[in-house]
């Protein structure tokens, strides 16, 4: 085998993914890691079922008709984390248990230790995936240890498949690191860049000596806006990685959003091809391709099957795209827009979604089988899939047909909406007078954002009634005698504003998707959040009614126990759709209209039954923001708009909350004024209190409760602590307008956590207050 650079071969109508699902049809990736964990399963046995799971998923897609494989997308944990250890960067504090067991210490910086903290853990753009952040400084020393990716490349290439592997490409790694403990926070992890080149080109070194005739460095960071200087750095590595001898065909891959500017500038380097999304947004990315004289000579994959999505694609409309394609580029290969690991593995495990509209859903082995379609459609015309394009016509008819996705009377009502609909009808300022009389708080009121432990005894309440082990009556007491509890504690502990504690809930969006029309359930619809952390998002498919109060008979009980003001809990538009997946056949904002319209009867219901006040949360408002800043003003736009159309109804002395978490708020100050709420709850107490600041710089009028304890660890916040933090909110936040509550909901703590905490936390409400 020659190690020089192969000649560029042009050829069109090649069929790949980027990756796909880890976890193995019944999630057998998450048993043997997290038995491995346990110390029930041993190294061996862990890599064994890894080289099982590989195998099946390179058979599965060569089966389906995808002619290159991608390699080194597989990983234990995550493939930034995978990155981390491929160019040595391994923290000091990770170091020994590095050397001492590589398995080991890789789950030691995924998890931590007793001893050691692990990296930290983010959101993978604007998915719902996480990934370990890189830490860098400037003694970092990059070390290449390209194994792994060779090792993966050589076993898919033993079982007789065509691989490319799959790379974090070296610009995307640093622009997603971060400053290590300890560096100052102004150190740019770009200014390792040149430190950096020489690893991935050693990498790419060994994958060409390897055989791998292409590889594939993603590049997503890429679709965000960036400085003159970072594209620099892009033009820079891929210059440099580009005019290396010895490397194999570069394939720069961008998704979730178009590349702009980047664009050009990739264009005018000396890789190979590049790999481009051309779904929703992202098909911007046509005339920018057009407007930069396309991509002469080079290969293009386009990602026209959505990767994140669940539905049907619309093949003759990716057939026009990739025509327009054929006269852009040298090559044009057939691909979904990004990793096939943001989707569930196959829609055809779903018994109890009806076979209609089952059949408008592609989970990942569904996608695969429409990019080999459309490949083959590409490379020798339609004539070739007339029966594919007929079923999918078929397909794309029955669902805009159906009563399932369009119901005269929800579309009806949306039409009808006006902004006076949007609107409170008094002013903040007169609202806070009709609060104040009917509530008739104390300064500093003492509150809780919602949901209280979710105890082992109540998930296991929740699995007997759906196994048919306990009848809904004996559910219900179960659930009762829960609420009893919670708000016993809370009057003992003195709180003001009680909640329920959400104990009927096993997740915040599911219980109401449970219940509103347009939303499915799946059974196996399981993707990656983090790690061995798998969630089910509910499916959006339809037009969204509410046949039945949701929340009422819970928030009513609890009311009927006690004779201060408890709560009403609702799931927000915004977070609604965020953490479901959406339908692609309106725009977002109809949708988020139709959520905000159920939730406002239900707004309407809890207040006729004598609520006094309703939180509406909002945790996703923030994470939903566009990519790109030029598109954040209209997400904003209606975003806040459904939040306004779900409260506005409310009487002025209905006391409207909201909340939300993630301690960067920086972007959406605005936007927390435009949703007009009485009292907003805001993580604050990692940041101390840095939101307040944000908040009362912008002018913000109305209410806020900055947290003060920190629920994402078991440490309970001393009573000094909480006040100081109360005192500092003070320097931002007048006494009239400032309440005391932690950052989030309690469900992932224990009891013993909760009481102590919840003890402190009223108890520096009054030490504060004596002192106003
Ligand atoms: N009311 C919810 C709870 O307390 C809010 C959760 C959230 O912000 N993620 O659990
Ligand atoms: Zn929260």
Known sequence: MTSKTPAPAVRTGAATVYGYPRQGPNR??????????????????LRETARDLRRANWQQLADAGITEVPTGDFSYYDHVLDTSVMVGAVPARHRAAVAADALDGYFAMARGTQEVAPLEMTKWFDTNYHYLVPELGPDTVFTADSSRQVAEFEEARALGHTARPVLVGPVTYLLLAKPAPGVAAGFDPLALLDRLLPVYARVLADLRAAGAEWVQLDEPALVQDRTPAELNAAARAYRELGGAADRPRLLVASYFDRLGEALAVLAKTPV????????????????????????PGKRLVAGVVNGRNIW???????????GTLLGLAGSVDVAASCSLLHVPLDASAERDIDPQVRRWLAFARQKTAEIATLARGL???TDAITAELAANRADLASRARSCVTRDPAVRTRTAAVTDADGR???????RAGAQRARLGLPLLPTTTIGSFPQTAELRTARADLRAGRTDTAGYEDRIKAEIREVLAFQEKAGIDVLVHGEPERGDMVQYFAEQLTGYLATQHGWVQSYGTRYVRPPVLAGDVSRPDPMTVRWTTYAQSQTAKPVKGMLTGPVTMLAWSFVRDDQPLADTARQVALALRDEVHDLEAAGTCVIQVDEPALRETLPLRGADHAAYLSWATE????????????TQIHTHMCYAEFGDIIGAIGDLDADVI?????????QVAGELSGAGYPREVGPGVWDIHSPRIPSVEEAAALLRKGLGAIPAERLWVNPDCGLKTRAWPETRASLENLVEAARRVRAEA
Do not use: C
């Open 681 to 689: 709850s805001l993580e604050a107490a990692r940041s101390h209190m």
């Open 642 to 653: 459904a939040f306004r159309l779900t409260t506005a109804g409310a009487r002025p002395d």
């Open 379 to 381: 490379a020798r015309g």
């Open 312 to 322: 049907i694609n619309d093949l003759e409309k990716s057939l026009g795209t990739l």
């Open 28 to 45: 057998e990736l998450k048993k043997a890691v997290e038995g491995y964990w346990k110390g029930r399963v041993g190294a061996d046995t």
């Open 272 to 295: 190979d091809g590049l790999a481009l999304d051309f779904t929703g947004a992202a098909a911007a990315n046509l005339d920018d391709l057009a407007a930069v004289g396309g991509l």
């Open 424 to 430: 409170r009808s008094r002013p903040y300022e007169q």
